[in-house]
């Protein structure tokens, strides 16, 4: 598959089938993302993969903590706060087509619950990744988090396997940074769901746009 292949067939997957990958597969696929860049080489990633009784423990953890009513403990502001504009317009648009994938009205606010919580259940997905970064580094850093994930899921995508990058596997962190044995001085950034999509889920039919290159990249020229 090439570059352009895997970018266009990428996409986030929120139903997964109930197969194990392959651990030397995982395990090629972050060795390979090894070569992802980052200002002055400093690698500022640390990943936790989790499978099996560990997933496990950790989803049990995060979904008894919101059946619970505890408050969320990010460690970065969530992506979602203090959207405007057409912002807050492409993430609401989103979310209609998610629910009206699975019939679901977004009055019906006891099933927009259930949806959400699937985030937490890692969507079904039998592996997990968090990724975290030493606490006393900068936004620069965090731009190199977000390269390595995007090669992370581009290698994925080229192997036959599905992802999904969650901010919301950050919300939770402090059972999480236990019992998936994160360093104390490292910050949660986001989390990755991954493993085989179920393609006969209607919530992985649904689609959603992109802006216009031309509303987003200025090509200059002249002065």
């Known amino acids: 598959m090439n570059l352009n292949d895997?970018?266009?067939q990428r996409r986030s997957v929120r139903a997964y089938q109930d197969k194990q990958v392959d651990p030397e597969l995982i395990r090629k696929i972050f060795s390979d993302a090894q070569d992802s860049p980052s200002?002055?080489?400093t690698q500022p990633w640390h990943v936790v993969v989790v499978s099996g009784a560990a997933r496990d423990a950790?989803?049990?953890s995060m979904v008894s903590d919101i059946m619970a009513g505890k408050t969320p403990t990010p460690h970065f502001t969530p992506g979602d706060q203090n959207l405007k504009d057409e912002y807050r317009k492409r993430q609401i648009?989103?979310?209609i087509s998610l629910?009206?994938?699975?019939g679901v009205k977004y009055e019906e606010k006891d099933?927009?619950?259930q949806l959400m919580l699937r985030n937490w259940q890692f969507f079904?997905?039998?592996?997990?990744?968090f990724f975290s970064m030493p606490k006393t580094m900068s936004e620069i850093n965090?731009?190199?988090m977000g390269i390595y994930l995007q090669t992370v899921m581009l290698l994925m995508t080229a192997n036959g396997l599905a992802s999904c990058p969650q901010g919301a596997l950050a919300m939770y962190t402090d059972k999480v940074q236990e019992l998936a044995n994160i360093p104390e001085n490292h910050a949660i950034m986001f989390g990755l769901s991954f493993g085989y999509a179920d393609e006969s889920n209607p919530i992985n039919q649904f689609e959603v746009g992109r802006a216009n290159v031309d509303d987003l990249v200025e090509f200059i020229s002249e002065v």
Do not use: F, L, M
């Open 6 to 8: 895997a970018i266009k």
């Open 58 to 60: 950790v989803e049990q």
């Open 93 to 95: 648009d989103c979310a």
């Open 111 to 113: 099933k927009r619950q």
């Open 142 to 144: 965090a731009v190199d």
């Open 99 to 102: 629910y009206d994938s699975v």
């Open 124 to 129: 079904g997905a039998p592996h997990a990744a």
């Open 39 to 41: 200002n002055c080489n």
